[in-house]
Every structure is written in structure tokens, then in C-alpha cells.
């Protein structure tokens, strides 16, 4: 199984950002028991019992972890919820040929349900994804791996839309965005933003192929991420899956695991920041 902590990638500065901002240091409840998101302490052992306790220690410091999930049956990178157990039941279900999990605490003070609202709408703020940044191996060198990313109407569309804006929180809201990729060009993705009992499911599925070379990588709707969004006492819990059913023939030009998973910590590391930026506003 892989697993690799999120501290020893680049996305170090801006997690380095969120333990300053926040505390993230300080010490930690112990003996939290239930699963009820309004019960729940804080995000230990007992909420995450999956984890090693090497994994928890990198959560609880403001990284995270990433999971090969395919081979993780159990779904250990899940936390003890009932909303996460939907995203578990949905990637059962579907039983992808990629499977990516991940887990990350955005330390912040717990959002509020007017805290959620805002959060939707620092999310709505959907250009602030353009200028997302990867190691590439190839290159040897950081590069956009993400930019210019803007709503439009419909898949294909290139005419951009002004960001959504809401004085209410949605029960459930979709939007169709373009994202300039480094290696798949011109993509286009739908964004879904969904209340689930206290927590927000925040989901991106391409709409449209996306394609290396002559050779399409996924078909439309084949890649999609899944993160919950869990207001807890120390912050922000974000636990995702990203299911994933690439090409055969795809294989023979790149290492589909590692591209995915550059694309789910490029995704967290927007919704962290969008995060962070929030709790930044609001001290």
C-alpha cells in the first residue's frame, strides 16, 4: 500500500501557514467516543481508528495522508462517521480500477453554520484555483499544474461566468468549470457542493474525455473526487476518495497513480487554502 504524508511533499509551506495561523500544536483530547459530528472532541484515535499512530500524529499536526485505497478494503482512512461511511458505500458500489484516499486537518476554529456559508462561498471563488502548483519529477521543478479556471455555462464552453454567491446556506448547488491542465489541456469538470447533516460533500467529475497525446486518459465521467468537509473541535477535517477509471492504453505514457494523485492534493491543497483564507478573515 502507499502511503505518504503530505509533510514531506510541497505542499509543506502552506500547511507550515496553517499550524502558525492556528496552533495546531497544542495538545489534544483523548478519549472521544462517538461518531455523531456534534459529539465529537476531537480527531482522535477513537474518531479515526484506522489509523497508525504515526498517521494520526501527521493529521493532528496539520498534514495528512494519502492512500493507495484500492488495496485498503476496510477503508481505514475514513473517519468514524456516518458521512464518511457514504463515500465508502458510493466507491463499494461503483468499484473503480483507481481508488485514492485521503485525510488532512485544517486547523481553524470550528466553523459555525454561518461559517459553512462562508466557507461555500470562499469555494465559489472559483478562480482561486488557477496558479495550483506540483513537484513535477520531469521537469524537476515546481509547475503550474492547474490555471486558468473560471465557471461557464456548459461542458465545452469557454465563455467565463461571474462566481456564485449565495446569502443562504444550499441545500445542494452544481457548477460546470473549465481548468486549464499542464498535461490534459482545456478540461472541464462539474463541481457539486452538497450539505450532508452538519459536514459539506464537495465533489469534481470531468464532463468531458480527458486526453495525453492521441490517447483519451479517462473517458467522460470516468475521474471523480469525493471530499467531506467535517466541522470538528480543532478545525477542519477533509476526507476524500477519488475514484478513477483510466485507459489501457494510457499506461504506456504515464504513471497513472502518481498523475491522480498529484490532482487530489492539488484539489485539498484548494480547499485548505480557501479554508485557511477564511479563518485568516475572520481572526
Not at 32 to 38: F, H, P, Q, R, V
Request: net charge positive.
Amino acid at each position: 500500500m502507499r502511503i505518504k504524508t503530505f509533510l514531506s511533499r510541497p505542499w509543506a509551506p502552506l500547511l507550515a501557514a496553517f499550524v502558525l495561523l492556528s496552533g495546531a500544536g497544542s495538545s489534544y483530547a483523548s478519549d472521544t467516543k462517538g461518531a455523531a459530528l456534534d459529539a465529537v472532541a476531537s480527531p482522535t484515535k477513537a474518531f479515526l481508528p484506522g489509523l497508525s499512530q504515526s498517521e494520526l500524529d501527521a493529521v493532528l499536526k496539520g498534514g495528512g495522508i494519502v492512500v493507495d485505497a484500492k488495496s485498503d478494503k476496510n477503508f481505514r482512512f475514513l473517519v468514524n462517521a456516518p458521512e464518511a461511511r457514504k463515500l465508502e458505500e458510493y466507491a463499494t458500489r461503483a468499484d473503480p480500477e483507481l481508488l485514492i484516499g485521503s485525510l488532512f486537518l485544517v486547523p481553524m476554529k470550528k466553523l459555525s453554520e454561518e461559517g459553512l456559508l462562508a466557507l461555500v462561498n470562499e469555494l465559489s471563488k472559483i478562480g482561486t484555483m488557477s496558479g495550483i502548483t506540483y513537484y513535477s519529477e520531469t521537469r524537476k521543478k515546481i509547475t503550474v499544474l492547474f490555471d486558468d479556471v473560471y465557471r461557464v455555462y456548459e461542458p465545452g464552453s469557454r465563455t467565463k461566468l461571474p462566481n456564485l454567491s449565495f446569502t443562504a446556506m444550499p441545500y445542494s448547488m452544481t457548477m460546470t468549470i473549465h481548468i486549464k491542465d499542464v498535461n490534459f489541456g482545456s478540461t472541464w469538470y462539474s463541481l457539486l457542493m452538497e450539505r450532508r447533516n452538519e459536514a459539506l460533500l464537495v465533489s469534481l467529475t470531468n464532463e468531458k474525455p480527458l486526453g495525453i497525446a492521441l490517447f483519451n486518459a479517462f473517458g467522460k465521467r470516468e475521474l471523480e473526487m469525493r471530499f467531506l468537509l467535517l466541522p470538528v473541535k480543532e478545525g477542519l477535517l477533509v476526507n476524500g476518495i477519488c475514484l478513477g477509471n483510466p485507459s489501457k492504453a494510457v499506461y504506456a505514457f504515464v504513471d497513472v497513480y502518481s498523475a491522480v494523485e498529484k490532482r487530489v492534493r492539488a484539489v485539498q491543497g484548494w480547499i485548505a487554502g480557501r479554508a485557511a483564507a477564511l479563518s485568516e478573515s475572520q481572526s
